[in-house]
């Protein structure tokens, strides 16, 4: 399995820019056109036509298996835009973390699986499942980052996602199964990354385990040992040496602040060092 994802990863980081560039704004405008469309007709045929039906898709409907995701979430233009804005700006930072390529599958793939869901459990699909794993995903990139709750509450993105995962496990619970089905592609895409959004005592070893500031010098301390080779690249998170892993594929963060070594696996999510 994790060669298979190593596969993936090193695939979707070779066709970064291949796909739809800046597909959250895409989606954005999409949704702003609806929401003008809602309030100048007041039958809202432009709302029924692309809204996610069952009973429509089963007869032949099949645009709507897509469209439901420009519908907009709230009635509330203010609401609304600012909805929009903070998930513009959370996928554009995903999409510039992970490539175009690999951001635009996570969502097809949320898009895909909502789409089954909603199918055999006879419920309506929205777009606000996505956003949520769009959320999540985040989160578990970046957790340590502060967003301004209200524009007032400094809130670090870790504790928003320990409270929209309670949000789901509760409606799992109380309704059905559907928030979890939405939130499969978030499971797949990072799979044992979703620790970097749990609290320490859930980690393993109670998250005693932490990375440790690597010494920018590194390149320049090297030391022959009897029982290891001399290297000249390792990753800066897991460890891994060119001498070791001769197959493995090594890059240089531009963004840190000093000359840090990432394996193809870390290079597109680990944290910048400043």
Not at 44 to 61: C, E, K, S, V
Not at 86 to 111: D, H, M, P, Q
Not at 116 to 125: D, G
Not at 252 to 271: E, F, P, V
Request: a positive charge; hydrophobic letters at 45%; one cysteine or more.
């Amino acid at each position: 399995m994790k060669d298979l994802r190593r596969n993936f990863e090193r695939f979707c980081y070779k066709h970064r820019y291949k796909g739809i560039p800046n597909l959250m704004l895409v989606i954005a405008i999409g949704m702003a056109v609806v929401y003008l469309f809602m309030q100048i007709d007041p039958s809202n045929l432009f709302y029924h036509t692309l809204r996610f039906d069952r009973n429509a898709i089963l007869q032949g409907q099949v645009w709507r298996l897509l469209t439901y995701i420009f519908i907009p979430s709230y009635g509330n233009i203010f609401l609304l835009a600012i909805s929009m804005y903070f998930y513009f700006f959370i996928g554009k930072a995903i999409e510039g973390s992970w490539g175009t390529l690999r951001f635009n599958l996570f969502y097809l793939c949320g898009v895909i699986i909502t789409d089954i869901a909603a199918l055999l459990l006879h419920v309506n699909a929205s777009s606000a499942s996505l956003n949520l794993s769009l959320l999540l995903a985040f989160a578990t990139l970046y957790p340590e980052n502060q967003v301004l709750l209200f524009f007032i509450i400094p809130l670090k993105m870790k504790y928003l996602a320990w409270f929209y995962f309670a949000m789901t496990i509760y409606d799992a619970v109380r309704l059905n199964f559907f928030p979890v089905f939405a939130l499969l592609n978030y499971f797949i895409f990072f799979g044992g990354d979703i620790v970097n959004v749990l609290p320490d005592f859930m980690k393993p070893n109670g998250g005693y385990r932490r990375a440790q500031r690597p010494n920018a010098n590194w390149a320049k301390d090297y030391q022959k040992k009897a029982s290891k080779p001399l290297y000249r690249h390792k990753c800066t998170v897991c460890g891994r040496t060119d001498t070791e892993h001769p197959h493995l594929e090594f890059r240089y963060c531009s963004k840190c602040s000093g000359y840090y070594c990432y394996c193809l696996d870390h290079i597109n999510d680990h944290a910048h060092i400043q």
